[in-house]
């Protein structure tokens, strides 16, 4: 079992900043992937961005050149820092891990936090 805590969401105006961070409640074995989910009222969870176990990146395209996600294995924590926020950004944001990469990429892995919100305003 992993728990995963997330941290750092807030308010903020458009073309601010936030760092969101996700404390796994252990180390996450070599052959782990991790990324970030979005939900915003009313429309379905969507995923932002995914880091491999080897270190690739991946990002949605709306937010490629604005986030950018990180892994600090030392301290068993995720990172996603996110710059030039925009209003349609707002959304609950969700760490998620799983040992099979396939899972991350599709949406469905099988560890998750319990979210924290982000909300930007214009």
């Known amino acids: 079992q992993v728990q995963l805590v997330e941290s750092g969401g807030g308010s903020v105006q458009a073309g601010g900043s936030l760092r969101l961070s996700c404390a796994a409640s252990r180390y996450l074995y070599s052959d782990y992937c991790m990324g970030w989910f979005r939900q915003a009222p009313g429309k379905e969870r969507e995923g932002v961005a995914v880091i491999e176990s080897n270190g690739s990146t991946s990002y949605a395209d709306s937010v490629k050149g604005r986030f950018t996600i990180s892994l600090d294995n030392a301290k068993n924590t995720l990172y996603l820092q996110m710059n030039g926020l925009k209003p349609e950004d707002t959304a609950m944001y969700y760490c998620?891990?799983?040992?099979?990469?396939?899972?991350?990429?599709?949406?469905?892995?099988?560890?998750w936090g319990q979210g924290t919100q982000v909300t930007v305003s214009s």
């Open positions: 998620a891990a799983d040992s099979r990469t396939i899972k991350c990429y599709s949406g469905s892995p099988v560890y």
